[in-house]
């Protein structure tokens, strides 16, 4: 069985520590970046099964490190926005930027294992590309 690699991009060092330890207490392989251009680098070196962004990062934010990886990874590989950021705009922007999903940090862990679960999962990564193939953001 292939390592579900993640690639997280979070600036808070606390809650990259957590998250980082959390998933891969899980069974996941974390890479873990402090910002947006450090993530765009590790997704030029390793194929990730799921990517997960901070909005609110220095150096790149989350919205244009999403455009920009958009461009970089298989269209079936999930981006998702971890956030504190829970405004409509936000998540506008997200989806619109190539982003599959919004989760707030706030939200409980268990809940957000459960939606990095299923989008690392194979049937979650075939939906997907369906999806922004078919249904282009507006």
């Known amino acids: 069985m292939s ?10 060092p606390e809650l990259r520590r957590l998250y980082t330890d ?3 207490a899980h ?3 974390v890479m ?5 251009l450090e993530a765009l680098s590790l997704l ?5 099964r799921l990517v997960l962004l901070d909005i609110m990062m220095p150096e790149l934010n989350g919205i244009e490190t999403c455009r ?4 970089l990874i298989d269209r079936d590989t999930p981006i998702v926005f971890l956030t504190s950021l829970d405004y409509i705009d936000y998540v506008r922007k997200g989806i619109q930027a190539g982003g599959d999903d919004y989760i707030i940090k706030t939200a409980p862990l268990d809940e957000i294992l459960e939606r990095v679960t ?3 999962s194979s049937l979650a990564r075939r939906k997907s590309g369906r999806q922004r193939n078919t249904h282009p953001a507006e």
């Open 68 to 71: 920009r990886a958009r461009a």
């Open 22 to 24: 959390f998933f891969t």
């Open 27 to 29: 069974g996941f392989k």
């Open 32 to 36: 873990a970046a402090a910002n947006g």
């Open 44 to 48: 030029h070196r390793v194929q990730a």
């Open 3 to 12: 390592t579900k690699t993640i690639v997280l991009a979070e600036d808070d």
């Open 118 to 120: 299923y989008w690392t």
